[in-house]
């Protein structure tokens, strides 16, 4: 489960909320948008997680909402867990990449059926460790966790002591990283970078001067276009394996992910809820747009553009009809 409250920008503390809409900024951390679960209103409030990916399906979900269907959008940042929470109150309509929270769809989906399921997003994720391709390359058996321990010296830093190095993303990201090093009885220390671009640069500056890292990572990711990394191979994932986090032993799972609506907005939504479910593209498609917002420096806004301009056939089947 990446129930990671992750990464690629920074989260907001505690679980507080922040609106991110074109009227600009306000501390959102009383309420949320007031037009969320406006019934009868033109307006949709979409969460944005912290990640990268997540806010290119955002993007291109607003600008789409605004452009071909006259919707106003607020945008509301938020830690993954507390969105659920928030989704079930109606204080955001909608969360438009989950990568996996059993106990929240057991607790709002199954039991109080305050959210629904919107689909699948088009795009499978999985969570794992890699290291530089350059230096499995040259240690092609780093690529086993068995053999990690050979390596530890090798990805020591200052900041993980007299043990190697796991470089994870924020504290706030929910990972079975620490749980896995005592486990498997790795002599290693997880150390957090503090938010998925601060884990962007260490890795930037890792790979310009050729140093071996061992890094938490995940697909899909626009990184990889620019830092090759080779997977190293955890326990193989089986159903229930990570049923105790404290216990867990074995590799994250391969997770299609979700979206999930608030289950008035669902029925009362009217439009807006019939293209969000409708949305749906590819992992090339993803990273087309992640690439242009964290690597190129566009606004969300302007990288949402330059791909729609370019895709019509694709997001033309996402309109109602």
């Known amino acids: 489960m990446r129930t990671r409250t992750r990464v690629m920008s920074a989260v907001t503390a505690g679980g507080a909320l922040l609106a991110l809409s ?3 900024a306000a501390d959102m951390t009383k309420q949320a948008s007031p037009y969320a679960n406006a019934e009868g209103a033109k307006t949709v409030t979409l969460s944005v997680q912290s ?3 997540a806010q290119a399906d955002v993007a ?6 605004k452009n071909e ?3 106003r959008v607020d945008k509301v940042q938020i830690d993954e867990v507390p969105a659920w929470d928030a989704l079930s109150q109606g204080r955001v309509d909608a969360i438009l990449e989950d990568w996996g929270h059993p106990e929240q769809e057991q607790r709002y989906v199954k039991d109080k059926k305050t959210i629904v399921r919107g689909g699948d997003v088009g795009v499978t994720g999985h ?3 890699y290291v530089p391709t350059y230096f499995a390359k040259k240690h092609p058996d780093v690529t086993d966790w068995k053999n990690l321990n050979k390596y530890a010296d090798q990805f020591k830093t200052s900041e993980s002591g007299s043990k190697g190095q796991l470089m994870d993303g924020s504290p706030s990201y929910v990972t079975n990283d620490k749980a896995l090093v005592k486990n498997l009885g790795l002599d290693y220390e997880v150390v957090f970078a503090g ?3 601060a884990q962007i640069t260490q890795i930037e500056q890792f790979a310009k001067q050729k140093k071996p890292f061992l890094t938490y990572w995940y697909k899909p990711q626009w990184l990889f276009e620019k830092v090759p990394m080779t ?7 089986k159903e229930g394996c990570d049923a105790d986090p404290a216990k867990i032993k074995c590799a994250y799972p391969h997770t299609p992910l979700q979206k999930y609506f608030n289950a008035d907005f669902a029925k009362k939504g009217g439009e807006a809820a019939e293209f969000l479910k409708n949305f749906r593209w590819s992992e090339e498609d993803q990273n087309e747009v992640s ?5 190129k420096k566009m606004s969300p806004d302007a990288a949402a553009k330059s791909w729609i301009k370019k895709n019509e056939s694709t997001w033309r089947a996402w309109l109602p009809e």
């Open 291 to 295: 690439l242009m917002i964290a690597d």
């Open 231 to 237: 997977e190293v191979k955890l326990p193989v994932y």
């Open 60 to 65: 291109v979900a607003e600008y789409l909402l």
């Open 69 to 71: 269907l006259g919707y």
């Open 22 to 24: 074109g009227c600009g």
């Open 195 to 197: 938010s998925e671009a």
């Open 127 to 129: 969570i794992g460790w």
């Open 51 to 53: 990640w990268v990916g």
